[in-house]
């Protein structure tokens, strides 16, 4: 049995970490993920875990530190928020071409404008198309989890992937939660040692990062659209293996809660689906048949999950924490993926987004409920009147 204890999302990715055996950590500083830095050099200075933590000059660096760990043959991890994890942007694409599986905790944080410190899925968001396994952690217990499954899956000989383990800003970072940190035995049962693929060594050079002919770049990019083809069966079996070693259950794709005869479901993913639950829990007191589906997936996108077990309902409505400026349907990503999840399956679920929770706000259950009546008022009329609204400016 391991030991319960009440700490915060930062403090159990850090814990996370020492359970790994991580060999090599970068840092730079940038609320609201310093934290879990700060935290993992109380650590190194106790004694309590045995690693190499590198001060970057900035977030590019950092990448650029754990690039060069990874593929000389060392378990790694940083992590950022806000603008750092846009600032790091030009290493992304090399990690996951050169098949490197650092991890990288992305405590999020909005974008400038307006450069406030509030949580925000912008900025992770920003990171979805640069061939990374992501996912978001709506609770500090799952923080832990996620990042030790995280390092199982893109370790795996079949994947060989980064990972960008998210969670939100503050409501998860700094808030406390009741987590259940494993043994370490535990942990080595479930996750092996890290063994690279193309270990850098002097006795046999290599050239990582070469320009390359144009012919030969697109047989690359087929072989990481491979790799990316081959998470879902790890990630399912990882997620089995990880329930039979701690006993904590997970489905690897989407969180249903109420939804077993639920006309109506809110979608989305992160802490702010936590509020959701209670407000759906509300209404089904008074009789409604509402629910809650969290995304727990998001790179790569499970739409054949979606499609098949979201295509039941009447009416959807999507929570996107974020903003994407000029997107298909007006509201953010989650809606136009959820649509096209749905697209093969023809046009009885109606589907509207709800772009909430911006900068940092509270997403209210008073908000909650007035974005089920809106799709209350879909089911009774069989229209959608606005593909979005921008809470709650618009509703």
Known sequence: MGK????????????????????????????????????????????ELDAELVYAEGEHAQLSVVYGASAAGARAYTGSSGVGVTYAMEVYSPLSGERLPVQMAIG????????????????AECCRDQGWIQGWASTQQEVLDMALIYYRVGEDPRVMLPQYACQDGYYVTHILGTVDIPDEAQVKEFLPPYKNHHVLDPKHPQIIGAQIEPEQGPPMQYQRRMAIDNIN?????AYDEFGKIFGRKYDPFLEEYMTEDADIVMFGQGAHMETAKAVAKRLRNLGEKVGVVRLRAFRPFPYEEIAKRMSKYKAIGVLDNSAQFGISGGAGVLLTELRTALYDVGDKVKTVGFVAGLGGEV????EFLRMYKKLEDIVKTGKVEKTRYWVPFEL
């Not at 319960?4 to 840092?27: E, F, H, N, T, Y």
């Not at 997403?363 to 008073?366: G, I, M, Q």
């Open 4 to 47: 319960i204890k009440r700490i915060s999302g930062c403090v159990a990715a850090a814990q996370a970490v020492r359970l790994a055996d991580v060999d090599v950590i970068s840092s730079y500083p940038i609320r609201p993920y310093t934290g879990i830095m700060s935290e993992l050099a109380r650590m190194i200075a106790d004694g």
């Open 108 to 123: 999020d944080r909005t974008l400038d404008p307006p450069g406030d410190f509030g949580s925000e899925h912008t900025d």
């Open 233 to 237: 069966p790890v990630l399912i079996q």
């Open 363 to 366: 997403v209210t259950h008073e």
